[in-house]
């Protein structure tokens, strides 16, 4: 009878079967967790490249004289047009430190606070592989990135926990009628790219639309299991990577369908990099025309050098998670679930509130064009007038803001404050319109509420009035 292969990772002190703290400390190749450190490092160097070869360090960051800023952020200093590039500066040596590997957690650092100052100061600039660059920055902090031959499975679990995160949630969001039954808004998306070669006809019928909205809510609902699925994960592994070149070539969305592509791989087994390093060599040796090298082989010795034989491994004994790291990392756990969610808490529906919409993975989740006019009255005089908000804001910031209810306040309270400035108490109301999927525009905040006196906090805001 042959023997059963042991896995001494199945069975923990005594012979029971291992905790699963004991299966988060069992060590594993640290190889794969490599190839997502050089990932973020390439991406993040890409990224701060196209912000200043396109122009969007002034456009974006520095040119804006007034900012739109995320709830409790509003302490974080504005940078003029030399201070973003000195930002963007550290994001690209923050690239060059996480290629390099060298000092690997410092340049994470780096990175978070560079790159999540660049992205703190502007809330119209929020995207979510934003998002997901700034976790992976401060994952990179903590976890050992660093090449060494072993980890804790625990930190491979982690990332693969992270990006889970993504598709999953990007999955549930996916479940509802606008995206399964009416394919919106790729049915409105997808006929601008008529022009693509070979398959632009295909995007302007209909139909492609509806194959494509339920192809995608299942490939996010599913792929993560595919990948833990050994006899799977191939399959799936073709599908991340035929499913991000498609969304690179149909959405204007960066860098980051290549960032998935690379850190997906962090599915497959922990050495693979090491595996995949010891065929490429087992092939070149037997072809050593295909590396440059001689065909004629070296002569072997008659005599061939004997290697001692390995000593016998003792039984180490099994690894503990510290407490503090066990804590923090459920923690963390806990927080990227919850703040997916907490759109629950809410009521109305957070595509058309926006309340708990940001920080949620809702990708290509809707289309929303909306228009806002600020009306500006001055009780002790009895005039009313209109601002003009473009005084203030770019035209992408203007675009963002007019969809989006706490930033349409934040505007309010700016004309206010420009009015106070110029010795003028004043109360701003607005007469906000908002089109959702397609659908007509509709009112969508209560234009009898003065926005300017309203309190900024995380509660429900009562003067968004109830969407379709």
């Known amino acids: 009878m042959r023997a059963r292969p042991t896995n001494h990772h199945a069975t923990g002190p005594s012979g029971r079967p291992p905790t699963w703290t004991e299966r988060a400390a069992a060590p594993v190749s640290g190889a794969s967790l490599v190839v997502v450190r050089v990932a973020l490092g390439v991406v993040v160097l890409a990224s701060a490249a196209r912000t200043l070869t396109y122009g969007w360090a002034d456009s974006l960051y520095s040119r804006p004289r007034h900012r739109f800023t995320y709830l409790g952020l509003d302490w974080v200093p504005q940078p003029g047009p030399l201070g973003i590039r000195l930002l963007l500066l550290g994001v690209a040596v923050a690239g060059i430190g996480l290629i390099t590997g060298r000092a690997h957690r410092w340049f994470a650092a780096l990175l978070v606070v560079t790159f999540g100052w660049i992205e703190a100061i502007d809330a119209t600039t929020y995207l979510n592989h934003y998002w997901f660059v700034t976790l992976l920055a401060v994952l990179a ?134 595996r995949a390093r010891r065929g490429a060599r087992a092939l070149l040796a037997r072809h050593p025309e295909a590396d440059g090298t001689d065909e004629a082989a070296p002569v072997a010795s008659a005599h061939p050098p004997t290697t001692a034989p390995a000593p016998p491994v003792s039984a180490a004994p099994p690894r503990r998670v510290r407490p503090l790291v066990l804590g923090a990392a459920a923690c963390w756990v806990a927080v990227q679930v919850a703040l997916p969610l907490r759109h629950l808490a809410y009521p109305g529906d957070h595509r058309w509130t926006t309340e708990g919409y940001r920080f949620g993975w809702n990708v290509l989740l809707v289309e929303r064009s909306g228009s806002v006019t600020f009306v500006v009255s001055e009780p002790t005089s009895g005039r009313t007038w209109t601002a003009d908000a473009e005084a203030l804001y770019t035209p992408n910031q203007i675009r963002v803001m007019s969809g989006e209810p706490d930033l349409i306040q934040q505007a309010a309270r700016a004309i206010r404050d420009e009015e106070a400035a110029r010795g003028h108490r004043v109360e701003v109301r607005v007469d906000a319109w908002l089109s959702f999927n397609g659908r007509p525009a509709r009112r969508w905040i209560d234009p009898t509420v003065d926005l300017a006196a309203e309190p900024r906090t995380l509660w429900a805001k009562d003067w968004i009035l109830p969407g379709p």
Request: charged letters at 10%; hydrophobic letters at 60%.
């Open 141 to 274: 902090v903590v976890a050992p990135l660093d090449g060494r031959p072993q980890v804790a499975a625990g930190w491979v679990w982690l990332i693969r926990f992270q990006v889970a995160v993504v598709y999953c949630f990007a999955g549930l969001a996916k479940l509802q009628p606008d995206w399964l039954v009416h394919a919106l808004p790729l049915e409105l998306w997808l006929p601008a790219r008529a022009d693509l070669p070979v398959v632009g006809p295909l995007l302007a019928e209909p139909a492609t639309a509806h194959l494509l909205a339920v192809a995608g809510a299942g490939y996010d609902c599913l792929v993560v299991a595919g990948l833990l699925w050994r006899r799977s994960r191939p399959f799936a592994w073709v599908a991340v990577v035929g499913f991000h070149v498609a969304t690179w070539v149909l959405f204007p969305i960066g860098v980051f369908p290549w960032l998935m592509i690379a850190v997906s791989t962090v599915f497959w087994e922990p050495d693979w990099p090491v």
